[in-house]
């Protein structure tokens, strides 16, 4: 199994796209792409059309914030459908 993970900004909004789009893959291949706004970029879509298995940054980002609440506040906010369903919403 191979991992393509995007660590860059390339997909954000106003931040471009890739040039090209990868249309040859191996079977089994997971694509991370750690941008979050928006929740799918083009290289997402363009893989989920390949049936490749593909994740977004939201869940990276939401738990990056809340462990960053803890360590500032001693409180450790709950992460739920709820909030991730407000998060999505205003995200723009």
């Known amino acids: 199994m191979d991992i393509i993970i995007n660590t860059t900004s390339i997909g954000m909004k106003k931040a471009g796209n890739f040039d090209r789009v990868i249309k040859k893959f191996k079977s089994g291949l997971i694509y991370y792409d750690i941008i979050y706004n928006p929740l799918e970029t083009i290289m997402l879509k363009n893989l989920k059309k390949g049936k490749i298995k593909t ?6 980002f939401l738990y ?29």
């Open 55 to 60: 994740f977004n940054g939201l869940e990276m």
């Open 64 to 92: 990056q914030g809340q462990k960053s609440f803890y360590i500032w506040n001693k409180v450790n906010p709950v992460i739920d459908t709820q909030l991730k369903k407000m998060i999505t919403t205003n995200l723009k």
